[in-house]
């Protein structure tokens, strides 16, 4: 809405030649757009049920039916221009992957696969952990990185060949999984990682190391009975050590 609202309002420019023109034109354009917010907000809901909920995509009449009981009146072809229309300001890119489909994919086989932590349950573990991961961007990867090369001051090369981990969406989903199981039911924690590995074919090893780094940053490494923090790259290796001897 706010690219078609731009893109109207770049055109009236180009279009206006005097003051009093641009005052009639912009209450007509501002008119304009009232008018089909909430079309343009309902073809938005309508086009992201076909791509989420294909057993359960929201119908033309539906939508329709909807609109006329707040009072719009629309007729299927404007609803059909209205989602052609969205589609054009987004250039047609509204399937873009992101780390939350990675993840409720991963857990959707997960419950298949009958793992012992209820998916639910790490599903909402899982979004407040992506939260922290979003804001803690920097420091959970530099303490990754750190892990990684088991060296405190990673070289500049090093820090280039560490961002293709930095964009690869499936491994931080199996992060981020990994963590919410141990936070949810630790016990269980080595049966999800090997779940894991099984279905994305990354090493036990990284994905313990990917969650200890989101752990450390979430729940820390300090137990209240212990001043001193554990080394990361020695916590990776600990880490390591328990899922080699869970395989």
């Given at each position: 809405m706010v690219k078609q609202a731009e893109n109207i309002c770049r055109q009236a420019r180009i279009q206006l030649r005097d003051n009093k023109r641009e005052f009639q034109n912009w209450r007509a354009l501002k008119e304009q757009l009232f008018?089909?917010?909430?079309?343009?907000l309902v073809s938005c809901v309508q086009l992201a049920s076909k791509l989420s909920f294909?057993?359960?995509?929201?119908?033309?009449?539906t939508v329709l039916n909807?609109?006329?009981s707040l009072g719009y009146l629309h007729t299927k072809e404007e609803l059909l221009e209205s989602e052609l229309d969205v589609l054009k300001s987004?250039?047609?890119?509204?399937?873009?992957?992101?780390?939350?489909?990675y993840v409720e994919i991963l857990l959707e086989v997960l419950g298949y696969n009958g793992c012992l932590v209820p998916a639910m349950r790490l599903h909402a573990t899982c979004l407040t952990l992506l939260d922290l991961v979003y804001l803690l961007h920097e420091p959970i990867y530099e303490s990754l990185l750190r892990a990684s090369i088991e060296n405190s001051t990673p070289s500049q090369l090093q820090g280039?060949?560490?961002?293709?981990?930095?964009e690869d969406f499936m491994l931080l989903a199996v992060g981020i999984i990994a963590a919410s199981a141990f936070i949810q039911s630790h016990e269980c924690w080595s049966q999800v990682v090997e779940h894991l590995q099984s279905i994305t074919g990354i090493a036990l090893a990284s994905i313990a190391e990917f969650s200890y780094a989101i752990l450390t940053h979430s729940v820390g490494a300090?137990?209240?009975?212990?001043?001193?923090?554990?080394?990361?790259h020695l916590a990776a290796r600990a880490l390591k050590t328990v899922a080699s001897c869970n395989t």
């Amino acid at each position: 809405m706010v690219k078609q609202a731009e893109n109207i309002c770049r055109q009236a420019r180009i279009q206006l030649r005097d003051n009093k023109r641009e005052f009639q034109n912009w209450r007509a354009l501002k008119e304009q757009l009232f008018n089909k917010f909430t079309l343009r907000l309902v073809s938005c809901v309508q086009l992201a049920s076909k791509l989420s909920f294909q057993s359960k995509i929201i119908s033309n009449v539906t939508v329709l039916n909807f609109l006329q009981s707040l009072g719009y009146l629309h007729t299927k072809e404007e609803l059909l221009e209205s989602e052609l229309d969205v589609l054009k300001s987004l250039n047609f890119q509204i399937n873009l992957p992101t780390p939350l489909a990675y993840v409720e994919i991963l857990l959707e086989v997960l419950g298949y696969n009958g793992c012992l932590v209820p998916a639910m349950r790490l599903h909402a573990t899982c979004l407040t952990l992506l939260d922290l991961v979003y804001l803690l961007h920097e420091p959970i990867y530099e303490s990754l990185l750190r892990a990684s090369i088991e060296n405190s001051t990673p070289s500049q090369l090093q820090g280039e060949k560490f961002i293709s981990v930095k964009e690869d969406f499936m491994l931080l989903a199996v992060g981020i999984i990994a963590a919410s199981a141990f936070i949810q039911s630790h016990e269980c924690w080595s049966q999800v990682v090997e779940h894991l590995q099984s279905i994305t074919g990354i090493a036990l090893a990284s994905i313990a190391e990917f969650s200890y780094a989101i752990l450390t940053h979430s729940v820390g490494a300090n137990t209240p009975g212990r001043q001193q923090s554990i080394p990361p790259h020695l916590a990776a290796r600990a880490l390591k050590t328990v899922a080699s001897c869970n395989t």
